[in-house]
């Protein structure tokens, strides 16, 4: 399995942070967070990044899509972390899109795939039930009424839920709670009555909504056709997802360290820059470790997820339980190595470090991967 880029991989990394630090500097981001933006990003950007194909940069071409491969469009991502760039990608595209790939009756990918590409319409997927992620804590209840389903619940944290015109809903239909069985994932019009979302904001100013579903009705044909495995499809969708924000966590983390190393060369106290000392020295060498090895897991998962390697959950979470470890222990280093100055609000380090600590924990912490990795291990 070759962790390399392709020609036409390798354009679209250069592409993206080309495209990125001109279009979605850092400071848009603090305009957005000040402006208190509801949709946490920009629309005219958004539509940009629709004309230049990243939507539709994974799908298969008999779907319509480009078949880049997520090695691809995990360097998009990372150039996203770079930039701390706010995009729906995650949310629509890698979330509800694979769910709809993998689940969706050919007329549901039909129906909702070729907007999704073309960014005219927007997904988001209802998954969490509470403050820690956990993917089988599904207390939202499905219930048969009639020809159709009812739809009673409450979620939180829904990437992107405002202004998304159609929710994916994890339900239970059948089983206790804290099982994998008896799910079900329902499209849901979040227009529909009995449909409330409300804002969320985090400490990193993105789009954030919670869910509640009072007897909301849906259709018979609203859910995805994959009764007897939507457990397996969520897992696999999921995965994918997890890939791409320790891609962004790779390319947040090494902003962050460039950010330091220069600092360190620019300080200086007792007529010396503070990097010549040694202490500070070894500090940087471990982080760079760190970097090193984060980089070569993040490429494994997104090989191992375009080879269809069975190792993919493994790998996943690997690479997100070292993001999500890293983007605590590096953000923290770079705060106290930047001395007073990298708690300021001026200082765009602190843009970067809220991102960094909604990403941590974003779709499961480095204890929920490091659990998840020992239960896949057998022990």
Known sequence: MSFLLNDEQRQLSDSAREFLSAQSPLSLQRRLRDSRAELGYELALWQQVVELGWPAAVFPESEGGLAVGYQGLGAVFEAMGRSVAALP????????????????????????????????????????????????????????????????????????????????????????????????LFMVDSTLAGVSLQPTRLVDSRNHARLTLSGVQVAADMRLEC???????????????????????LGLARDAFERTTSYLKERVQFDVPI???????????????????????????????????????????????????????????AIQLHG????????????????????????????????????LKGF
């Open 340 to 375: 007073g100055i990298g708690v300021t609000d001026e200082f765009d380090l602190g843009l970067i470090v809220k991102r960094a600590r909604v990403l941590q924990h974003c779709l499961g912490d480095g204890v929920f991967h490091r659990n998840r990795y020992a239960c």
């Open 227 to 249: 009764a007897s495995d939507a457990a397996q499809a969520l897992d696999a969708a999921l995965d994918r997802a997890r890939v791409c924000l320790a891609a962004e966590g």
């Open 89 to 184: 990608l995650l949310s629509s595209v890698v979330l509800c899109g694979e769910l709809l790939l993998a689940a969706g009756s050919a007329a549901q990918r039909q129906r909702w795939l070729p907007g999704l590409m073309d960014g005219q319409q927007l997904l988001a997927l209802a998954i969490d039930e509470q403050g820690r992620h956990d993917p089988k804590a599904i207390s939202t209840r499905a219930r048969r009424d009639g020809a159709g389903w009812v739809l009673d619940g409450e979620k939180w944290f829904v990437i992107d839920g405002i202004g998304s015109a159609w929710l994916i809903v994890v339900a239970r239909v059948v089983g206790a709670q804290d099982t994998d069985e008896g799910l079900g």
């Open 275 to 333: 990097g010549s000392f040694q202490a500070l020295q070894h500090r940087m060498a471990r982080l760079y470790t760190e970097l090193e090895m984060l980089q070569s897991c993040v490429r494994a998962a997104l090989a191992a997820i375009d080879a269809g390697d069975p190792e993919l959950a493994l790998l996943a979470s690997l690479a997100k339980g070292r993001a999500s470890d890293l983007c605590e222990k590096l953000m923290n280093e």
